[in-house]
């Protein structure tokens, strides 16, 4: 069976500042090396910044695997897209990984799955690791539908860009009940959830499917992160709200080594 590293992704959405980059970076430097990888994904306008504190830090952090994330980039290259950023220029300020299909694109600006299914091709084309996320909403879950909308958000990406593709890249479970309301799903449902997209991915390559990091993402704290973490197919986080506070993230960190 493939070891996986475990990785705690921060999205900080629309939060967080350079200050906070400071006092995280500060806290993670005095972590124990452990064996967790850990990503920060600030607002855009931060990664120049925030990418020239991790670089002060030298190998303290890099050792410690801490590296820069991107929230979102564009489906396209170059050229006239007002208010886009490009993978590429994602990659000259720093950033290894990126966020792609988180569930308040999908929703609040429009994003399909083949535009999700762009952004990934795009990414892996920069350089970039694409974080994919997928998630059921309530009434869906609810419906017994939850196994049908993940198959329908992963196969949009994988029938794009081909199984093998998934050998760069981290996949996020999401529900989308469970972002910012508080509620988590139990470390049950998040299994039963990362076990089956496991299988799925498995399915089309053994290797792959057994190497791929699947994080859970939803209401993740120092109260839980545990229990999640602990489950078989959970391979570490992608923490919101959580991450905006540098002791409390840094904990997660912690908890996931
Ligand atoms: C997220 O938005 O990716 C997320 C998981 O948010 P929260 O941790 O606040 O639920």
Same mark, same amino acid.
């Given at each position: 069976?493939?070891? $996986? $590293?475990?990785? %705690?992704?921060?999205?900080?959405?629309?939060?967080?500042?350079?200050? @906070? *980059?400071?006092?995280?970076? =500060?806290?993670?430097? $005095?972590?124990? &090396?452990?064996? #967790?990888?850990?990503? %920060?994904?600030?607002?855009?306008?931060?990664? &120049?910044?925030?990418?020239?504190?991790?670089?002060?830090?030298?190998?303290?952090?890099?050792?410690?695997?801490?590296?820069?994330? !991107?929230?979102?980039?564009?489906?396209?290259?170059?050229?006239?897209?007002?208010?886009?950023?490009?993978?590429?220029?994602?990659?000259?300020?720093?950033?290894?990984?990126? /966020?792609?299909?988180? #569930? =308040?694109?999908? $929703?609040?600006?429009?994003?399909?799955?083949?535009?999700? !299914?762009?952004?990934?091709?795009? !990414?892996?084309?920069? +350089?970039?690791?694409?974080?994919?996320?997928?998630?059921?909403?309530? *009434?869906?879950?609810?419906?017994?539908?939850?196994?049908?909308?993940?198959?329908?958000?992963?196969?949009?990406?994988?029938?794009? %860009?081909? /199984?093998?593709?998934?050998?760069? *890249?981290?996949?996020?479970? =999401?529900?989308?009940? *469970?972002?910012?309301?508080?509620?988590?799903?139990?470390?049950?449902? !998040?299994?039963?959830?990362?076990?089956?997209?496991?299988?799925?991915?498995?399915?089309?390559?053994?290797?792959? +499917?057994?190497?791929?990091?699947?994080?859970? +993402?939803?209401?993740?704290?120092?109260?839980?992160?545990?229990?999640?973490?602990?489950?078989?197919?959970?391979?570490?986080?992608?923490? +919101?709200?959580? #991450?905006?506070?540098?002791?409390?993230?840094?904990? @997660?960190?912690? /908890?996931?080594?």
């Amino acid at each position: 069976m493939a070891t $996986r $590293r475990p990785l %705690v992704a921060a999205n900080w959405k629309m939060g967080g500042s350079q200050q @906070l *980059a400071q006092e995280l970076f =500060e806290k993670l430097s $005095r972590l124990h &090396d452990g064996l #967790s990888e850990v990503v %920060v994904c600030p607002p855009s306008v931060y990664l &120049d910044s925030v990418q020239r504190m991790l670089s002060g830090y030298g190998q303290e952090l890099t050792q410690k695997l801490v590296s820069l994330g !991107a929230q979102n980039l564009s489906h396209q290259e170059f050229g006239a897209y007002t208010g886009e950023i490009s993978g590429a220029m994602l990659k000259e300020f720093g950033c290894s990984y990126v /966020i792609i299909g988180h #569930s =308040e694109r999908r $929703r609040m600006y429009g994003e399909t799955s083949d535009m999700v !299914a762009e952004k990934f091709a795009m !990414a892996q084309k920069m +350089g970039l690791t694409p974080i994919l996320c997928v998630g059921e909403s309530l *009434a869906a879950r609810e419906a017994n539908r939850t196994f049908e909308v993940l198959t329908g958000e992963l196969d949009a990406v994988v029938d794009k %860009v081909g /199984i093998m593709a998934f050998d760069n *890249a981290v996949l996020a479970y =999401e529900p989308l009940w *469970a972002i910012g309301t508080g509620k988590s799903a139990t470390p049950e449902q !998040a299994q039963e959830v990362h076990a089956f997209l496991r299988q799925r991915l498995t399915g089309l390559s053994p290797c792959v +499917g057994e190497k791929l990091r699947i994080l859970y +993402g939803g209401s993740v704290k120092s109260s839980n992160a545990a229990d999640l973490f602990n489950q078989p197919d959970v391979d570490g986080g992608l923490v +919101g709200g959580a #991450s905006l506070n540098a002791s409390e993230f840094t904990t @997660l960190c912690r /908890i996931a080594s």
